[in-house]
């Protein structure tokens, strides 16, 4: 699947029927964003905002991920930003392991395509999806992975910050560290332009 085209991709994971949760939805949800940016953000799956609309983080999930970015001065359609799964569970329940391992080829495929140097998984479906099945966001946050040369970091889900802003203050600290290890591999603020400052 690594070397399909992005077209190919779309087009599968339009038709793609591998695990029950592509019934009952809208839209699925691919992901979008700078599909050749350093930075890649992948999420857990769509909720009702984004299979309404076919987009990843449009609700307010979505809106609170936007300033967070925006505060260390990077515009979200400057990174690349998708789930680990392209159709919404039902009731946003978490996807089950089974949902998440269907879907884990096109997730593969997106990130042999965008190439990013650096990813940041948010909450824990992303991080044991992505990293180990047994990581605990509580604990294993903002801690460094390297995998096949790209660097991997995992933080609060927006979704846990809006429900506990008292976890803002360790957020914003991955956010630093993200943003510190792009400036070491030499892209920002070139890339990115000037920290914009501030929390929101
Ligand atoms: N939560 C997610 O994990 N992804 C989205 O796209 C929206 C909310």
């Known amino acids: 699947m690594e070397t399909m085209t992005w077209e190919q991709l779309e087009e599968q994971i339009r038709q793609c029927s591998r695990c029950p949760l592509c019934r009952g939805i ?11 940016a350093p930075l890649m953000l992948i999420g857990e799956g769509p909720g009702y905002q984004e299979d309404q609309q076919g987009l990843a983080f449009v609700g307010p999930a979505g809106q609170l ?3 967070m ?3 260390m001065g990077m515009p979200r ?3 690349y930003i ?3 799964v392209k159709c919404r569970p039902p009731e946003n329940r978490t996807p089950e392991p089974g949902e998440t391992e269907a879907c884990l080829p096109f997730l593969r495929a997106q990130t042999a395509l965008v190439r990013p140097r650096v990813i940041l998984l948010l909450g824990a479906t992303a991080a044991r999806v992505t990293l180990d099945p047994n990581i605990r966001i509580s604990r294993d946050r903002g801690v ?13 889900h927006p979704s846990a910050l809006l429900r506990d802003p ?8 991955d956010m630093d560290a993200v943003r510190d290890k792009l400036m070491e591999l030499g892209l920002y603020p070139d890339l990115y332009g000037e920290k914009a400052g501030g929390e929101p």
Do not use: F, I
Request: proline fraction near 2%.
């Open 26 to 36: 809208n839209h699925k949800v691919p992901g979008q964003g700078d599909r050749s």
């Open 65 to 67: 991920l936007t300033r």
């Open 69 to 71: 970015l925006l505060s």
């Open 77 to 79: 359609d400057r990174v």
């Open 82 to 84: 998708c789930n680990t």
């Open 144 to 156: 460094w992975h390297q995998r096949s040369g790209v660097w991997m970091l995992a933080t609060y």
């Open 166 to 173: 008292s976890k803002k203050r360790e957020a914003w600290t």
